[in-house]
């Protein structure tokens, strides 16, 4: 899932779920894995001014599903050993504020732990030269898409990127809920020497039913 990047940032992340993707919100995130483990991730995220704007009032503060001061990140962070926080800017772009921070991590276990949370949708075997990326569990098949079709509007235009750069030539490779390799996937994806990179419209996520997972190997 694209909140995936904002999970270990916010631990409501995932209660709050049905705001993130109901909501104006696009995520980029740039992670570079060195040949000994360590390396650094950029995670941008982009807010409409409207949404920002709610998430701010002091009654509001619990209910906005990302953070928007350093101050949140800093004490995500702290959790998990091995983290430490680069720089934190933020700015206004257009119609949306735009967040980013640029973390460090000691090991791929400290990323793992900071991204993947408790359920694991973020894994990384370094031994094994293999990242995967839960990007649907598939566990949405009963809602209508009439439903959904009532928040794709405010969806439109934001996009949740993905880029990873490994210690060695990267391949890409999905996988649906059997196990099986698929090429039936949203968004567009290439791998070109260490760099694989995925983009997704948030729209398209809010519409995928089916597990998919995606898998960088190198």
């Known amino acids: 899932m694209a909140c995936v990047f904002l999970r270990r940032i916010c631990p409501a992340v995932f209660a709050f779920l049905f705001v993130l993707l109901t909501s104006c919100i696009g995520v980029s995130s740039q992670i570079k894995l060195n040949s000994d483990g360590s390396g650094t991730m950029v995670l941008e995220y982009r807010i409409s001014l409207e949404l920002d704007d709610f998430g701010r009032l002091d009654e509001n503060e619990m209910h906005l599903p990302v953070p928007t001061a350093r101050e949140d990140i800093e004490r995500s962070i702290v959790r998990v050993p091995g983290l430490s926080l680069v720089s934190f800017t933020l700015g206004q772009d257009g119609k949306d504020m735009v967040y980013r921070a640029e973390i460090a991590f000691a090991s791929p276990e400290a990323l793992e732990t900071f991204l993947g949370g408790e359920d694991q949708q973020f894994k990384i075997d370094f031994p094994g030269r293999r990242i995967t990326l839960l990007i649907s569990r598939g566990e949405d098949k009963e809602t209508d898409d009439s439903f959904r079709d009532l928040f794709a509007g405010a969806l439109e235009g934001y996009v949740f990127s993905f880029s990873f750069v490994v210690p060695g030539m990267a391949k890409i490779s999905w ?44």
């Not at 059997?178 to 791998?191: D, E, K, M």
């Not at 990179?197 to 597990?211: F, G, R």
């Open 175 to 218: 996988f649906d809920g059997n196990g099986r390799t698929t090429q039936q996937f949203p968004g567009t994806c290439s791998a070109k020497d260490a760099k694989a990179d995925y983009t997704v419209s948030m729209k398209d996520i809010l519409y995928l039913n089916a597990p998919l997972t995606l898998e960088i190997s190198w």
